[in-house]
């Protein structure tokens, strides 16, 4: 089994920072991509951003300049860097990634999503 484990959700102002941090564990063999994707009360769940294995990124255009997509190959973590937060950031963001396991062939897994709440 693969799982993954989300934390760094909070409350925070407009104008503020908050990171979100993603670790994976289980029967890993490799991790293709990683991505983060969120969804707020009454919206369809978005791609906010994917890495690759080889660390290209994509950004969504409503949160290019502002978020930061990385990972660690070694320890099969993700984290997004979120700045210049605004109340439209608003929502539940989840971790996404996947790969191949050691016994089991392809994966994909999501995490339990975390809350990021922007407001004065």
């Known amino acids: 089994q693969v799982q993954l484990v989300e934390s760094g959700g909070g409350l925070v102002q407009p104008g503020g920072s908050l990171r979100l941090d993603c670790a994976a564990s289980?029967?890993?063999?490799?991790?293709?991509?990683m991505a983060w994707y969120r969804q707020a009360p009454g919206k369809q769940r978005e791609l906010v951003a994917t890495?690759?294995?080889?660390?290209?990124?994509n950004y969504a255009d409503s949160v290019k300049g502002r978020f930061t997509i990385s990972r660690d190959n070694a320890k099969n973590t993700v984290s997004l860097q979120m700045n210049s937060l605004k109340p439209e950031d608003t929502a539940v963001y989840y971790c996404?990634?996947?790969?191949?396991?050691?016994?089991?062939?392809?994966?994909?897994?999501w995490g339990q999503g975390t809350l990021v709440t922007v407001f004065s």
């Open positions: 890495i690759t294995s080889g660390r290209s990124t």
């Open positions: 996404n990634a996947g790969g191949y396991s050691d016994l089991r062939g392809s994966f994909e897994v």
């Open positions: 289980g029967s890993i063999f490799s991790i293709n991509y």
